[in-house]
């Protein structure tokens, strides 16, 4: 029987797939739990319509992270942190904290997954950070550690 199917399935192939698979094995198990449409002439033009939706979004999407790495690549932010009178570090710059900064500058759709930092910043200076994006795009910011005033 050949099928469409509906989810990625392990063993069995990729969504918008289609595949031969037993009769059995179909209606029994794969039909029941809405993994798959039976191949008819009317399901395999909502399976063309449905790929070529899926594929402008995936465009517009790719588009769109193009753009805000764009925007963020090589963007200078200030932190400010609490210094002691013999220059002892108070706190750190940790990966929400620099998260919380760009939402402030208008970057309101960043987590704070996205953000490449191994350990949190704990001393004054400029440190080189890598924002992660879909697409295995990346945009590097340039992270200002200063004194607070």
């Known amino acids: ?3 469409i199917l509906l989810n990625d399935i392990e063993n069995l192939g990729k969504k918008w797939e289609v595949k031969r698979v037993k009769r059995g094995y179909a209606v ?7 993994l798959v449409k039976i191949v008819t002439p009317h399901a395999m033009k909502e399976l063309e319509k449905q790929k070529e939706f899926e594929t402008k979004r995936a465009e517009e999407e790719l588009k769109a992270t193009q753009e805000q790495a764009s925007l963020i690549d090589g963007l200078e932010v200030v932190i ?3 210094v002691g ?16 900064k ?15 930092l191994s350990t949190p910043i704990r001393e004054l ?4 950070i890598i924002i992660r994006f879909e697409h295995n795009l990346e945009a590097e ?4 550690v200063v004194e607070e005033k």
Do not use: A, C
């Not at 200076?125 to 080189?128: K, R």
């Open 1 to 3: 029987m050949k099928i």
């Open 28 to 34: 029994n198990h794969l039909i029941p739990r809405g």
């Open 80 to 82: 400010p942190l609490k």
């Open 85 to 100: 009178e013999e220059g002892e570090i108070y706190g750190s710059v940790t990966n929400q904290i620099i998260i919380d």
């Open 102 to 116: 760009l939402h402030e500058l208008g970057f309101k759709n960043l987590k704070k997954t996205q953000v490449v």
């Open 125 to 128: 200076g400029e440190f080189p």
């Open 141 to 144: 910011i340039k992270l200002i």
